[in-house]
């Protein structure tokens, strides 16, 4: 089945700062790559994603870069703000399954 | 349009006692998801239903485990005999259609089992 692993686990970044996420998968067949955000206690809630047709994709301060020859994806925030703090996941759709196979998350935290 | 609604938020039970939990999809989604997220872990996928049908269970142990899409009403996630281990938020996703297929599913508030 796929494999999903995420980077880094925990990441802390001044606010006004960047923050990258990375994800590697090992099922090359797999064709669509959405990220989560999940704050304390809450739902994860969609926030981008790309599919594998497309190399980038933008929106507003969040866009998530793929490179299918190498097998992996990364979130990109920039000018981070306190808000962004949450768990971030990606997620992995394979070409065969049925359903997503998600990344073990990564803990932000923006600091002010 | 209500979101995706899942009930209990909370729910503690005894070792040995059974868990029910319940999701009710999105309006006009026919296609429901249940993960399973242990502490500071990521998402892991238990089964997919969609209506009368279980569409895949191979995230699912294989005892004690169940789970059902009826015709009318909410699915349900239900866990016989429960044991420690099985503590952990259970949560519930619904598409109108597959996964990827240019749809997004969305999550509901999710189920924190505690067993005790």
């Known amino acids: 089945g796929e494999n999903v692993e995420q980077h880094p686990s925990t990441l802390s970044v001044q606010e006004g700062d960047s923050a990258v996420i990375k994800c590697t998968y090992s099922?090359?067949?797999?064709?669509?790559f959405p990220w989560y955000k999940q704050e304390l206690g809450k739902r994860p809630q969609l926030i981008i994603d790309?599919?594998?047709?497309?190399g980038e994709k933008k929106d507003q301060r969040i866009a998530v870069t793929l490179n299918k020859t190498a097998k992996h994806f990364s979130l990109h925030i920039t000018e981070t703000q306190p808000e962004d703090s949450a768990v971030y996941f990606c997620a992995v759709l394979s070409g065969s399954a049925r359903q997503l196979t998600f990344g073990s998350g990564t803990q932000l935290t923006v600091l002010p | 349009n209500a979101g995706v609604m899942q009930n209990p938020r909370h729910l503690v039970r005894r070792r040995g006692q059974e868990a029910r939990l319940r999701c009710s999809p999105m309006?006009?989604?026919?296609?429901v998801y249940w993960y399973r997220q242990l502490p500071e872990e990521g998402l892991k996928f238990m089964v997919y239903l969609q209506k009368e049908n279980i569409i895949d269970e191979s995230g699912m142990p294989k005892e004690r485990f169940s789970a059902e899409f009826p015709k009318e009403g909410p699915s349900i996630l239900r866990i016989q005999q429960v044991v420690r281990g099985d503590s952990a938020a259970y949560f519930c996703?619904?598409?109108?259609?597959?996964?990827?297929?240019?749809?997004?599913?969305?999550f509901g508030q999710g189920t924190r089992l505690t067993v005790v």
């Open positions: 099922d090359s067949a797999s064709n669509y």
């Open positions: 790309i599919r594998s047709n497309v």
């Open positions: 309006k006009g989604h026919s296609h």
């Open positions: 996703a619904s598409s109108p259609r597959r996964q990827g297929t240019n749809t997004e599913a969305f």
